[in-house]
């Protein structure tokens, strides 16, 4: 049996490309948010920000993190040291005030910069249907050896302060 020009005897050779996103176990209305993402081998990133059911955009690639990449020495942290350093942080916020609200990040980690720069979103790309906008890499992605990129998903409940009003979801 063939797969992606590998037989299986070699393809049991090829370690995965593995992934873990890792946001703080508890969110709430103004937190500032830290995320870290590790992988087992090098690899660049690509990440989006889906709203539950509603709009979404690439977070990385951004402006001050064109080639967002990660070591298994070096874990990447969202934002970026280049992104705090121009004032970018990601801070909870609600659509609906007092109510709490469902988010999720989605990162794709990929072995190869060639796939990386081949497939990567427009930086800043925004779309009202989050989901649209990450099937168009899901997509693209699909025809690539799975030894040469993985995908992970990761959903968190931003819970209200009390009293607080909400704005819009999202990096800031």
Request: proline letters at 10%.
């Amino acid at each position: 049996m063939i797969v992606h020009d590998l037989d299986v005897g070699q393809l049991a050779k090829v370690e995965a490309l593995k992934l873990s996103i890792e946001p703080p176990s508890e969110i709430v209305e103004g937190d500032l948010i830290a995320v870290r993402f590790r992988t087992n081998k090098p690899a660049w990133l690509v990440v989006y920000y889906l709203e539950d059911g509603g709009p979404g955009m690439v977070i990385w690639p951004s402006p001050e993190e064109p080639e967002p990449q990660v070591t298994p020495a070096a874990p990447a942290v969202l934002p970026s040291v280049a992104e705090l350093a121009r004032g970018i942080k990601l801070q909870a916020q609600l659509r609906v005030p007092g109510k709490p609200q469902r988010e999720a990040l989605v990162a794709y980690a990929f072995a190869e910069k060639a796939d990386f720069d081949r497939l990567k979103p427009a930086i800043g790309a925004q779309s009202d249907d989050g989901r649209k906008l990450e099937a168009q890499l899901k997509g693209s992605i699909e025809q690539l050896p799975l030894s040469r990129w993985t995908r992970e998903m990761v959903y968190y409940v931003i819970e209200p302060e009390d009293g607080a009003g909400g704005g819009a979801p999202g990096p800031r």
